[in-house]
């Protein structure tokens, strides 16, 4: 149970952020592949690589001072067709973040990921910075996280995890981070390879 929660979101968590995206419409079997925190040089091109090989398209939510350090990587994903949104200029905590410098980090972002999508670091906004939000952005939230940042689970743990909650309308959370790499790499072509003989099909947000 404790595991299930951490994975889904708590119906706490949803009811502070009505309107937020968190599952897809469900009527066909669908999943949206997303990847928090990049781009990270070392994991990102290994994750493009990874979907260039089973002709997947993603949404990845890029940190601002990672596309401002890493140029080229930003470019080859959307040279390779990805999505992309918002994550922050460097990666803040609504929750320890006051209304003003939150929604500055945004457009800072905003200034080098031009996107109408967003999703909050950690999951966290205060209900004032969401409202603000909604009014520009599709905030993106998730139905299955995969906890591959989560160093105290193992590798088939996460994959594993991923796969049992995954369902019809899933938004998967990845993350394209050196902490996440070890978990994701070993979980990422498992899950799409497992997904894929479920007969399910992948679609970019937008």
């Not at 949206?32 to 290994?46: A, C, K, R, S």
């Not at 002709?55 to 890029?62: E, G, Y």
Request: charged share 25%.
């Amino acid at each position: 149970m404790a595991a299930s929660a951490l994975v889904r979101p708590p119906a706490l968590l949803r009811s502070l952020y009505p309107g937020a995206i968190w599952r897809m419409p469900k009527s066909s079997k669908t999943i949206y592949l997303t990847f928090d925190d990049g781009p990270v040089p070392g994991v990102t091109d290994e994750v493009i690589r990874f979907l260039d090989q089973y002709q997947i398209k993603a949404t990845f939510f890029c940190v601002g001072d990672n596309v401002r350090k890493h140029p080229d990587l930003y470019r080859l994903l959307l040279k390779s067709g990805h999505a992309v949104g918002n994550h922050t200029f460097h990666h803040v905590d609504g929750w320890q973040t006051s209304g003003f410098s939150y929604l500055r980090e945004v457009a800072m972002c905003a200034e080098i990921v031009p996107s109408k999508l967003f999703r909050p670091p950690y999951g966290r906004m205060r209900r004032s910075q969401f409202k603000a939000l909604k009014r520009e952005y599709k905030v993106v939230m998730w139905d299955v996280l995969s906890r591959d940042f989560d160093t105290s689970i193992g590798q088939e743990e996460c994959l594993q995890n991923t796969i049992h909650h995954t369902r019809a309308g899933s938004v998967i959370v990845f993350h394209d981070s050196l902490k996440a790499k070890e978990r994701l790499m070993y979980a990422l072509p498992r899950y799409i390879e497992q997904m894929l003989s479920e007969g399910f099909r992948f679609e970019v947000l937008g």
